[in-house]
C-alpha cells in the first residue's frame, strides 16, 4: 500500500485516485474547485478543497509524507509548472505530471517533474498500475483481460533457472524474454537470471496482481 497526493479532480485525476484505491492505496484528492470536491466527497473519502499554487497550502498538505505526487491539471499548464515547481521545493519523494505536448513535458521536468504523462483514463490507469507497484517499470493492455509487464527480476529469481521457478505453474505466466544490458534475449530452459535482468511477463491481469502480491 502506497501513500499517494493528487492535485486536480478533472477526469485524469478522478480515474486515477479511483484505480489507486482499487488497488488498495491511500489517496488524497486536492482540487482548488469547492463544488467539484463537494460533488466527489460522496465517493472519495479523503479530498481537500485548496489552491496548490500557495506554498502555504502545500506545505499544509505534508508534502514529504506521500510516496508519489501526481499533478493532474494538464489543461492549464501554468498551474500545472506552478504546482510543480511548489511540490519539487516541499520536498516531494517522486512527482508525476500530466502534460499535453513533448514541449510541455520539457518544462516540466526542468520544473522537477520525475515523470510526464499525455492522455487520460489511460494514462491514469498506467500511473496507477506502474507506480503502485515498485518493480514494475512499463506495461501494454493487449485486451480488457491480458497485459505484458516489464519488471525488474525479482530478488529470489537472482541464480535460478525456469524450471527452478516454474513462473507458469504457480502464476499462471507465460515469460516471454529478458532485458539484460540493453540486449533481448529469449531465454532457454538453461538460461540463469541476474539480478540486474528486466523480465517480460504476459498474463491475465488478475494473476498479475496476485504475481505482485506475492
Request: charged content about 25%.
Amino acid at each position: 500500500m502506497k501513500n499517494v497526493l493528487i492535485i486536480g479532480a478533472g477526469e485524469f485525476g478522478k480515474h486515477l485516485a479511483h484505480k489507486l484505491i482499487e488497488l488498495k492505496n491511500e489517496v488524497r484528492l486536492i482540487d482548488q474547485d469547492e463544488a467539484v470536491i463537494d460533488a466527489l466527497s460522496p465517493e472519495l473519502e479523503n479530498t481537500l478543497i485548496g489552491d496548490c499554487r500557495s506554498m502555504n497550502v502545500m506545505r499544509q498538505i505534508g508534502v514529504p509524507d506521500y510516496d508519489f505526487a501526481v499533478v493532474a491539471v494538464g489543461g492549464n499548464f501554468q498551474a500545472s509548472l506552478e504546482i510543480t515547481s511548489n511540490l519539487k521545493e516541499c520536498g516531494a519523494r517522486f512527482i508525476v505530471s500530466q502534460c499535453q505536448s513533448d514541449i510541455q513535458a520539457k518544462f516540466l521536468q526542468m520544473a522537477g517533474a520525475d515523470k510526464t504523462v499525455y492522455s487520460e483514463k489511460e494514462a491514469a490507469e498506467k500511473v496507477a498500475l506502474i507506480y503502485n507497484e515498485d518493480n514494475l517499470i512499463d506495461y501494454i493492455s493487449i485486451s480488457d483481460v491480458y497485459k505484458i509487464v516489464k519488471i525488474k527480476l525479482p530478488k529470489k529469481w537472482a541464480g535460478h533457472t525456469l524450471p527452478e521457478l516454474q513462473i507458469r505453474k504457480q502464476f499462471k505466466l507465460n515469460l516471454l524474454a529478458v532485458e539484460r544490458s540493453g540486449k533481448v534475449i529469449v531465454p532457454d530452459l538453461q538460461f540463469v537470471f541476474d539480478e540486474r535482468d528486466l523480465v517480460l511477463l504476459l498474463g491475465e491481469e488478475k494473476q498479475l496482481s496476485r504475481f505482485f502480491r506475492n
